[in-house]
């Protein structure tokens, strides 16, 4: 049986090299992106980078790779973040931010049948990849779903954005990373 792909995606220029490489190491995979980012604020600028995924997807991939959109529920995100806002960037707020998204990423790969599971968020060098792996790990454990992470390559990311003139936001995505703390 060939793999089926749930990747969790933060933004197109995130997803650009993330994509790419996985195409590579699995190229018979059935691949699903999903995006959810209820940590994004304002309103706006969530719909904007959902958008600017689906020009990617589309004008790179036409049909074949599958694309999903999660709920913007922020009210939800901001209650479990908002007490420890004051972490800063990089600080304990950014992990419970990458828990509440890849949890429900992987709920979304278990209804969807995935068999494996990753998230884009990995590329940049301002997250911290070993709690993003240990959280995929734990749940992976939990929802029985395989997952992989990779550092995946940031230079080809900022690359294929210019290639395709792709939006590339000047801030990791919640209020408190817009007030630059
Ligand atoms: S800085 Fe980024 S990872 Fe950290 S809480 Fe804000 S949106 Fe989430």
Redesign the pocket.
């Known amino acids: 049986m060939n793999e089926k792909i749930l990747i969790h995606a933060c933004c197109a220029p995130c997803t650009t090299a993330t994509l790419e490489e996985i195409l590579a190491d699995y190229p018979d995979a059935a691949i699903t992106v999903f995006y959810y980012n209820p940590?994004?604020f304002p309103a706006e600028e969530e719909e904007k980078r959902f958008q600017e995924l689906v020009r990617y997807l589309g004008r790179r991939y036409g049909e074949k790779i599958g694309l999903i959109r999660g709920k913007y529920d922020f009210d939800f995100w901001n209650s479990m973040?908002e007490p420890v806002e004051l972490s800063g960037?990089?600080g304990f707020?950014?992990r419970?931010?990458?828990y509440l998204r890849l949890l429900e990423a992987f709920k979304k790969a278990r209804e969807t049948g995935a068999t494996h599971i990753t998230t884009t968020l990995a590329i940049s060098p301002y997250?911290n990849f070993e709690w993003l792996d240990e959280i995929g790990k734990l749940l992976s454990a939990k929802f029985g779903i395989t997952w992989f992470l990779k550092r995946w390559n940031y230079r080809r990311s900022i690359e294929l954005s210019k290639e395709y003139g792709l939006y590339r936001q000047k801030y990791?995505?919640?209020e408190?990373?817009k007030r630059r703390d």
């Open positions: 940590n994004i973040i960037e990089g707020r950014c419970i931010c990458y997250k990791c995505g919640c408190y990373s």
